[in-house]
């Protein structure tokens, strides 16, 4: 795993996180320990979600998804890329089901998805192209990909709409 990062330049966890507050003002955010106050609130715009047991929210419309405690926003809304044709993301409520930070997918030659938070059967969040499609994961740039990774724990409910 840090291979794969070195070899991309990433950090395996940056010291200092930033945030968007109103129309596009970047704000530094520090780091804290994982779990679930890891994340502080770094939007003011409203997620689709409203229920209180959601942790993660997904727009496939508005291609947005943000991370939420009691109700609320705490980071987001995030960039995402969804399923493209034939391979459409699912929606529903579903709940996390497990965590990998270095997993290669199986049904697609062993392509990576690092910080991979698997929802619903093979779909998951993780770090991946902003500019294409997935196969039905729920792609996001590296810095979202490690907060929902950090936040997100198993049993944790998602909303994708």
Request: proline share 4%; charged share 20%.
């Amino acid at each position: 795993m840090r291979a794969y990062h070195r070899s991309r330049r990433y950090g395996l966890a940056g010291a200092i996180t930033v945030g968007v507050i109103g129309a596009g003002v970047l704000v530094p955010i520090p780091a804290q320990a994982s779990g679930h106050s890891a994340v502080r609130a770094a939007s003011v715009k409203k997620a689709p979600c409203t229920l209180k047991r959601i942790r993660a929210c997904v727009s496939l419309g508005q291609q947005r998804a943000w991370l939420m405690r009691n109700g609320k926003v705490v980071y987001g809304p995030a960039r995402i890329t969804s399923g493209r044709p034939g391979y459409r993301t699912d929606r529903g409520m579903w709940r996390v089901t497990f965590k990998d930070i270095d997993h290669r997918s199986h049904a697609f030659g062993g392509a990576p998805m690092p910080y991979s938070v698997f929802f619903h059967g093979g779909e998951a969040f993780h770090e991946g192209s902003l500019s294409v499609s997935s196969h039905g994961c729920v792609h996001l740039s590296h810095q979202s990909a490690v907060k929902f990774y950090n936040y997100l724990h198993k049993g944790d409910y998602v909303r994708v709409r």
